[in-house]
């Protein structure tokens, strides 16, 4: 199997951030990021669309869904620029003040860095609550999903930060109270660029999603998405 990303591909972002006002710099090194960042990308997309998009209904997962590496910042006197690219596989919006569920994969410099997550990273008040209920009404098929050995293994458990006071409302004896601690509920990966540059990075990608599909799909069922009230 051939390597997916190479150096060739970080040459592209350290040069795009050096250059990162040089309009030149961008038209000339178009083809560098076509072969070692576009490509490799849509790759990716292509086989986790083979494999799991019969897993994963109502996500498009598809090339438009890969970001452009360099992009300036929302805040126009930050001056920052992304220098990584990534894809965010997850079902459509249906409000603005929460995401989905969904599968996040980056490749790129710091702080954006490289990283797999899959799960939900920025967790809506709703969300939450439906989360917690579906942990203590559900336990036993949650705990065995996240539990199960080639989960742990290759991902370890959830990932993010926790709260330093318990949920109001539960009780810290009772099932699924070591999973209410939690301020997100995703899966993560930081990877190496070693890690990146292995002929089986890709396959390694693949098998960290097929163990976390089950946890996603848990996610995915608990939440749903955002309904508007019909007055």
Do not use: C
């Not at 318990?166 to 990877?191: C, I, N, T, V």
């Not at 002929?199 to 608990?222: G, H, M, Y």
Request: aromatic fraction near 12%; avoid cysteine.
């Amino acid at each position: 199997m051939a390597t997916l990303f190479n150096k060739k591909t970080f040459t592209y972002f350290n040069g795009a951030l050096k250059h990162k006002n040089s309009k030149a710099w961008f038209e000339k090194n178009q083809e560098l990021y076509q072969e070692n960042v576009h490509k490799p990308m849509e790759s990716m997309v292509a086989k986790i669309g083979a494999e799991f998009g019969k897993d994963l209904p109502k996500i498009d997962i598809l090339p438009r869904k890969i970001s452009k590496p360099i992009k300036r910042n929302q805040d126009p006197e930050s001056g920052l620029l992304r220098s990584n690219s990534f894809i965010s596989l997850a079902e459509k919006t249906t409000s603005m003040f929460e995401s989905n569920p969904g599968i996040y994969f980056s490749v790129g410099l710091e702080p954006y860095g490289n990283i797999l997550g899959i799960g939900l990273y920025q967790v809506s008040s709703r969300q939450m609550s439906l989360l917690r209920n579906g942990v203590t009404s559900d336990y036993s098929v949650f705990h065995k999903i996240i539990t199960s050995k080639k989960l742990k293994a290759r991902l370890g458990g959830l990932s993010g930060e926790t709260y330093k006071r318990f949920p109001k409302g539960f009780r810290e004896d009772q099932e699924g109270a070591e999973y209410l601690w939690h301020k997100q509920f995703f899966l993560a990966r930081k990877l190496t660029q070693a890690q990146i540059f292995s002929k089986n990075f890709e396959s390694e990608i693949l098998t960290d999603i097929e163990v976390a599909i089950p946890f996603l799909q848990w996610t995915r069922k608990t939440v749903g998405t955002y309904k508007k009230s019909i007055r």
